[in-house]
């Protein structure tokens, strides 16, 4: 067992990064991404939103949906759109579903439990997809890349934001101190969880942009862009499903 995997009540271990290791901290989920991004995931989640170029009553899947930031942005700007929502994490999606009702948008937003890995959903059903800060936390990469590549149509697009480690520059020195020092203490701190333990670890082990960029060409996707956000403690991953997706 490592350190960051906890008994559950009835035996066995959680995995960290799974939908239940989540369930713990959902409710300061939000409060605690806006503390540690300085508020910045906002503005990133904006760029990713108009990176989709959606045009008229689009239906767009959000994958590892958590708490709904996403989904919710993507119909805050494109009122004609619908969005399904999807994230293993029963207490995120709660907090989710109780925004989205605040909002008046339960027939806009649909947000269910399921996996990424294994989509109950139909072929090229989606005019777009995004995923935010959840496809280093999905055990098989690949296969959600895949999966992505299935459901959505032919020139729509699928957009992965994610954080990573600046390789080199001025600020990397001073994104590694904020992820492996001050995100953990703040995270612990607020939530009295070590979640944010883990956060810091998948951040260190997420692949290089390019090596993640040629995973996806691998996995039938044909990447149209791949943009460093904020000195490259995040970038934007933009693809359309190649036409013969595996």
């Known amino acids: 067992m ?3 995997q906890v008994h559950k009540n009835g035996g066995g271990t959680i995995r960290p990064g799974s939908g239940q290791w989540f369930d713990a901290i959902a409710a300061r989920y939000d409060l605690l991404n806006r503390l540690m991004s300085f508020g910045i995931d906002k503005r990133w989640r904006r760029k990713t939103v108009a990176a989709l170029r959606l045009d008229g009553p689009a239906r767009v899947l959000d994958l590892a949906t958590g ?8 119909v805050r700007s494109h009122p004609e759109a619908t969005v399904v929502g999807i994230d293993p994490s029963v207490g995120m999606v709660e907090v989710g579903r109780k925004k989205v009702a605040e909002r008046g948008w339960t027939d806009k937003i649909d947000l269910r439990i399921g996996d990424a890995q294994a989509l109950e959903v139909g072929d090229r059903e989606f005019d777009g997809c995004t995923i935010a800060f959840g496809i280093r936390n999905v055990p098989d990469r690949a296969a959600a890349l895949r999966e992505m590549a299935r459901v959505v149509k032919p020139g729509g697009r ?10 080199g520059g ?3 020195a001073v994104s590694r101190f904020h992820v492996h020092v001050v995100i953990p203490r703040l995270g612990a701190l607020l939530s009295r969880a070590p979640q944010y333990r883990y956060l810091q670890t998948s951040i260190e082990a997420f692949p290089p942009a390019e090596e993640f960029a040629a ?4 996995c039938g996707l044909d990447v149209l862009e791949v943009r460093a956000l ?3 403690v995040c970038h934007l991953y933009v693809a359309t499903p190649r036409a013969e997706a595996p």
């Open 2 to 4: 490592t350190a960051l």
């Open 67 to 74: 708490t709904g930031d996403l989904a919710i942005e993507i």
């Open 158 to 167: 699928i957009c992965v934001l994610e954080l990573s480690e600046p390789r």
């Open 170 to 172: 001025v600020l990397a």
């Open 215 to 218: 995973l996806m060409k691998r």
């Open 230 to 232: 904020t000195f490259g």
